[in-house]
């Protein structure tokens, strides 16, 4: 093990693989009753990206603290008093593959008018963010106020068109597309919810019911809306948000894995109605990404199947990886898709 120094930059990997990092890291862990299987599907981020995941958990000055502990040599022992750290001097350990960076087309929405629907947080931020980094006017869809303000905020100098609105709700839709105004030439469909995992023989009306109605009609009443200004102008773009659960039945519970099932379905329609019209219809499927949306897990049954499933499942991206499959699909680069449904998932779909 090689005794690199560590920083709040340094990836969660490389902290719980350093011999003083490690055990410091473990025992904060332990001391809130968690282990550091918690945090695997974030290992590759720098630690100080805990600062906002975790929400509240971590904080800048808990980061700082352990940075400190490293360099002070201060590895808890089993009583819980300090120890001196052994330090392995092997010179050939692997080096850590840089981390994948953000890289910005700038102009590549120049002059378009995209809706993202989500993109208060999570991948529909991302979204958003890039294309209104990229040059884009962005109508931005959330269903939380606070969220919408946040992100124009923090791009005050974007084409950004904030809209509060429930997607599933029609009048909502009208506003949508009133505030694009009469070009449209994007739509990402991003806004969706999880279920609870539980299989069919024990799903309830009601979650059947609230699944569907975003994840799936909310796509379609989207898509319905746009698809007479893109016809009038003769052409436009559309990416849907599938899922792994699209590709497989063992990522989620029956409601979220029959909805995204749908999705592909509108998906495929919607590019061989329309495709000879000028407007491409693809959709991304997602594996396992950082974002605000929760599992939980109501059903032993679907819990314990579940898991067997996740078992091969890759760590999970960053909402801009995702980002950057949704705007590539959006954008003129894709010219050639259509209908495609596009693994984002780090190869969880071909283990």
Same mark, same amino acid.
């Given at each position: 093990?090689?005794s690199? /120094?560590l920083?709040?930059?340094?990836?969660?990997a490389t902290? +719980?693989?350093? @011999?003083?990092?490690?055990p410091? +890291?473990?025992d904060?862990l332990?001391?809130?009753?968690?282990?550091a299987?918690?945090l695997?599907?974030?290992?590759?981020l720098?630690?100080?990206?805990?600062?906002?995941?975790?929400?509240?958990?971590?904080t800048?000055?808990?980061?700082d603290g352990?940075v400190?502990?490293?360099?002070?040599g201060d590895?808890p022992?089993?009583?819980g008093a @300090?120890?001196?750290?052994v330090?392995?001097? /092997?010179?050939?350990a692997?080096a850590?593959?840089?981390?994948?960076?953000?890289?910005?087309?700038s102009?590549r929405?120049?002059?378009?008018?995209?809706?993202?629907?989500?993109?208060?947080?999570g991948?529909?931020?991302?979204t958003?963010?890039r294309?209104?980094?990229?040059?884009?006017?962005v109508?931005?869809?959330?269903?939380?106020?606070?969220?919408l303000d946040?992100f124009?905020d923090?791009? @005050?100098?974007?084409?950004?068109v904030?809209?509060?609105?429930?997607? /599933?709700?029609d009048?909502?839709?009208?506003?949508?597309?009133?505030?694009a105004g009469?070009?449209?030439?994007?739509?990402?469909n991003?806004a969706?919810?999880?279920d609870?995992m539980?299989?069919?023989?024990?799903?309830?009306?009601?979650v059947?019911?609230?699944?569907?109605s975003?994840n799936?009609?909310?796509t379609?009443?989207?898509?319905?809306?746009v698809? @007479?200004?893109?016809l009038?102008q003769g052409?436009?773009?559309?990416?849907n /948000?599938?899922?792994e659960?699209?590709?497989?039945?063992s990522?989620?519970?029956?409601?979220y894995t029959?909805s995204?099932h749908?999705?592909?379905?509108?998906?495929?329609s919607g590019?061989?109605?329309?495709?000879p019209?000028?407007?491409r219809v693809?959709?991304?499927?997602?594996?396992?990404t950082?974002?605000?949306?929760?599992?939980t897990?109501?059903?032993?049954?679907g819990?314990?199947?579940v898991?067997v499933?996740?078992?091969v499942?890759?760590?999970?991206?960053?909402?801009?990886?995702?980002?950057?499959?949704?705007?590539?699909? +959006?954008s003129d680069?894709?010219?050639?898709?259509?209908?495609?449904?596009?693994?984002s998932d780090g190869?969880?779909?071909v283990a």
């Amino acid at each position: 093990m090689s005794s690199t /120094t560590l920083s709040a930059d340094s990836s969660i990997a490389t902290w +719980l693989a350093h @011999p003083v990092g490690g055990p410091i +890291l473990r025992d904060l862990l332990a001391q809130s009753g968690q282990s550091a299987d918690a945090l695997r599907p974030v290992s590759k981020l720098a630690i100080k990206r805990l600062i906002k995941l975790s929400k509240g958990a971590f904080t800048q000055e808990l980061i700082d603290g352990l940075v400190a502990r490293v360099e002070a040599g201060d590895v808890p022992a089993s009583d819980g008093a @300090p120890v001196e750290a052994v330090v392995d001097e /092997t010179p050939d350990a692997p080096a850590e593959r840089e981390p994948w960076v953000e890289r910005i087309d700038s102009g590549r929405f120049t002059g378009k008018t995209v809706i993202v629907t989500g993109a208060g947080s999570g991948i529909g931020r991302a979204t958003a963010s890039r294309i209104a980094r990229e040059g884009g006017r962005v109508i931005a869809v959330d269903i939380s106020q606070e969220r919408l303000d946040d992100f124009v905020d923090e791009y @005050p100098a974007s084409d950004i068109v904030a809209v509060v609105a429930n997607i /599933t709700d029609d009048e909502a839709i009208a506003q949508i597309v009133a505030a694009a105004g009469e070009t449209i030439d994007g739509l990402a469909n991003i806004a969706g919810i999880m279920d609870d995992m539980t299989p069919v023989g024990e799903i309830s009306d009601a979650v059947w019911k609230r699944v569907f109605s975003i994840n799936v009609d909310g796509t379609m009443k989207l898509m319905r809306a746009v698809i @007479p200004a893109m016809l009038a102008q003769g052409g436009g773009s559309i990416v849907n /948000t599938a899922s792994e659960a699209a590709l497989r039945g063992s990522a989620a519970g029956a409601a979220y894995t029959a909805s995204k099932h749908a999705v592909v379905g509108l998906t495929k329609s919607g590019a061989f109605m329309y495709g000879p019209s000028g407007i491409r219809v693809n959709a991304v499927a997602p594996g396992p990404t950082i974002t605000n949306i929760e599992a939980t897990f109501a059903s032993p049954l679907g819990a314990e199947r579940v898991r067997v499933g996740m078992a091969v499942m890759p760590d999970a991206a960053e909402s801009e990886a995702l980002a950057a499959s949704i705007t590539f699909l +959006l954008s003129d680069d894709g010219v050639n898709l259509n209908g495609a449904i596009l693994p984002s998932d780090g190869g969880w779909s071909v283990a």
